[in-house]
């Protein structure tokens, strides 16, 4: 079963002026008649993404997974798109162009399409993370994020039957436990102008920027269906080590911009570590456009599951440049790109304990790419780049070497609406370590591509 029905019973800690928070193993595939239902809906077919392997299969080279008529993403690279209880089954969302629709897809190893379920309107969102489709611990739910840009909502999906309940509320994936959804409101970081016409909107922000009591960190629950303020932007800033400086940094925005200006400040990125006892989250205004000409802030903070004990693991602001932070399998550290700390203004692959201490590179890679590390072999990480043609490089840590390389296709011919045309490849591990799932876009529709990860045991030296 999964527990998410229940909300944490602890709060967060008084703070003197700081506003009040807001009040088996074996999965079950849907039936036959639910899926035929779903499916006569909305007119999908049960089809084929082609010739694969069965579950723990040793993979003999990159093979395709592409779905006919629908452009395929995985959610993040911080989200394992792998079922938990070893079936194999994958996790795709897809999208139909021309209807201008989204669902999310379980896979078969070998690639066939067992279920389809979400009919959700295409956003720009969508092109980057999908639908933040996510596995429950115990594999028998999927969450994802449905409804529109402007009204979002997080669904639950039985797989046995197709139930589904859904509440009001942003996420960026589930927990890998039994914990609430935390999140921050999607909708402020392309209120500020994060994608699409990269232009300042306030006025499609779900709420107010400058509100900071009223948005934050949310905590979700299904059972019964209910949205907690946890931490509000206000808070965070009263309790941030650096207050001192923010403050500086509104005085000067308020006196330039008049009114009641000030930084564009959120809480956003909510990433959990794989035990689920703590998240990182950032806290800042990186994804604000250039001409309201605020000084970049964006802190990746770490908390327990509470919401008590936070700490400043990274600051990327002030001049201060990095991206891409998440968290090491031990659980403890968090690595990503940030300031070089032997080559002052260059950036590097680095790592960090989760309190803030031990800051250290761990490569001089630079791609700024999205960093992962196998979950089986501290050794071997993982990164991408933004060119045309990627490459997704793994990276044997011991001698800061590229052991593997592959060139992908992130740009198919012609621009879609809503998007660039390209893609982030986006690479993440198998839960044992033997493969990664990449994002590719080879012509029309992005596909999904399965790429054996080597062993850096016996890399070449």
Request: aromatic letters at 8%; hydrophobic letters at 35%; glycine letters at 12%.
């Amino acid at each position: 079963m999964d527990r998410r029905s229940q909300s944490s019973k602890s709060q967060p800690p008084a703070l003197a002026g700081a506003p009040p928070a807001d009040q088996s193993q074996v999965s079950h595939l849907p039936s036959a008649s639910a899926q035929r239902q779903s499916r006569s809906e909305f007119g999908f077919k049960n089809q084929s993404a082609g010739p694969g392997w069965e579950a723990g299969e040793k993979a003999s080279g990159p093979r395709d997974l592409p779905v006919p008529g629908r452009w395929c993403v995985h959610a993040y690279y911080t989200l394992c798109p792998w079922a938990p209880d070893g079936s194999g089954r994958l996790l795709l969302a897809g999208g139909d162009l021309e209807a201008g629709v989204a669902e999310v897809m379980v896979l078969s190893p070998r690639g066939e399409v067992l279920d389809r379920f979400g009919r959700v309107p295409l956003g720009q969102n969508f092109f980057h993370t999908g639908l933040w489709q996510t596995w429950s611990p115990d594999a028998n739910f999927v969450y994802y994020q449905g409804g529109t840009f402007s009204n979002p909502r997080i669904v639950r999906h039985e797989l046995s039957g197709g139930a589904e309940v859904s509440l009001d509320g942003d996420m960026e994936g589930a927990p890998p436990g039994d914990q609430p959804i935390v999140s921050g409101l999607m909708g402020m970081l392309y209120a500020a102008g994060y994608v699409g016409d990269r232009k300042y909107r306030p006025d499609l922000a779900p709420m107010p920027f400058q509100a900071r009591g009223e948005h934050g960190l949310f905590e979700y629950t299904f059972d019964p269906p209910r949205r907690t303020l946890r931490l509000s932007v206000a808070e965070m800033l009263n309790r941030h080590p650096q207050r001192d400086r923010l403050a500086a940094a509104d005085a000067e925005i308020r006196a330039r911009l008049g009114g009641n200006e000030a930084l564009t400040l959120m809480l956003y990125c909510v990433r959990w570590n794989p035990e689920g006892s703590r998240m990182l989250f950032y806290f800042g205004n990186h994804c604000v456009v250039k001409e309201r000409a605020e000084p970049r802030v964006g802190y990746v903070m770490t908390a327990d599951r509470d919401l008590h004990d936070i700490h400043l693991a990274v600051d990327l602001g002030f001049g201060n440049r990095g991206v891409h932070w998440s968290w090491h399998p031990d659980g403890r550290r968090l690595l990503g790109y940030g300031p070089d700390p032997d080559t002052p203004g260059r950036v590097c692959l680095a790592e960090v304990n989760f309190d803030g201490g031990g800051y250290r590179r761990i490569s001089r890679h630079d791609s700024g790419g999205h960093p992962s590390i196998c979950p089986t072999d501290p050794n071997l990480l993982v990164t991408d780049s933004h060119h045309d043609d990627g490459p997704v490089s793994f990276i044997d840590l011991r001698h800061d070497r590229v052991v593997a390389e592959h060139r992908l296709p992130r740009r198919g011919p012609g621009g879609i609406k809503g998007t660039s045309g390209s893609i982030d490849l986006h690479p993440v591990f198998s839960r044992d370590g033997r493969t990664i799932l990449v994002n590719t876009r080879p012509s029309t529709f992005a596909v999904a591509r399965e790429i054996p990860a080597p062993t850096v045991a016996r890399a070449k030296r």
